[in-house]
């Protein structure tokens, strides 16, 4: 079963704009919380992590958002520009590999 | 060079066919992974290797193998390939104390 839900599927936000993924978990084991983008032909590449201990991390205009009590984590993408049309996963690890969330296809429109 | 290298990029098989990936990486890191992206569903774990002698099983270890021949080489094999294994798949690398993978360009697989 799905470890990490992630919402939405797809997300279209106009250049300046903010964009919001979010993404859940339930084995409260998970300890480390990455986020990765991936563009068309290309393999994931790491965004922005953050741990447990840590109810925010910014890079840049990336935010990591963590709410530990209620399992849930979410992606900041301020001042959205259209280089940032990509799909977005989530993922936590378990001690041994990443389990990742189902993808969200973000297009920034002009 | 890229730091992990998949090959090939992309390829066709039959139905039936014995195919393998290939993956080498230049991170000197010691764990490596294969894992299946598929249009709306994310990536899947197929296998982990954290060094030579170790070989686990991910969530969909079905219908495929691997084989790590050094520390820097994990392949993929799918026995006798099936049309719903078409799909794209990755190769990463990581470290112990470091959980953020390295992941390959993947290849991408279709089985006739």
């Known amino acids: 079963q799905q470890q990490v839900k992630q919402s939405p599927q797809s997300l279209i936000v106009q250049k300046g704009g903010i964009s919001i993924i979010n993404c859940a978990y339930e084995?409260?084991?998970?300890?480390?919380f990455p986020w990765y983008q991936q563009f068309p032909g290309k393999g994931p590449a790491l965004l922005i992590a953050?741990?447990?201990?840590?109810s925010e991390k910014k890079e840049g205009r990336f935010t990591i958002s963590f709410n530990k009590s209620a399992k849930q984590f979410s992606l900041h993408i301020m001042d959205s520009q259209p280089g940032d049309s990509a799909t977005y996963f989530c993922?936590?690890?378990?001690?041994?590999?990443?389990?990742f969330g189902k993808g969200t296809s973000l297009l920034v429109t002009p | 060079d890229a730091d992990v290298t998949q090959t090939p990029r992309n390829r066709i098989t039959k139905t039936g066919k014995r195919i393998m990936l290939e993956c080498s990486q230049t991170?000197?890191?010691?764990?490596m992974y294969w894992y299946r992206q598929d249009p709306g569903l994310g990536l899947r774990l197929i296998y982990y290797?954290?060094?030579?002698?170790?070989?686990n099983k991910g969530e969909i270890s079905d219908g495929y193998s691997v084989s790590r021949q050094a520390q820097a080489k994990f392949s993929l094999s799918l026995e006798s390939a099936i049309p719903n294994q078409t799909a794209l798949y990755f190769c990463a690398t990581g470290r112990r104390g470091l959980e953020g993978y390295t992941f390959g360009s993947g290849t991408r697989l279709t089985v006739v």
């Open positions: 991170k000197g890191h010691d764990r």
């Open positions: 953050i741990r447990p201990d840590v």
């Open positions: 084995n409260t084991a998970f300890d480390y």
């Open positions: 290797s954290f060094d030579v002698k170790d070989i």
């Open positions: 993922a936590a690890f378990s001690g041994y590999a990443l389990n």
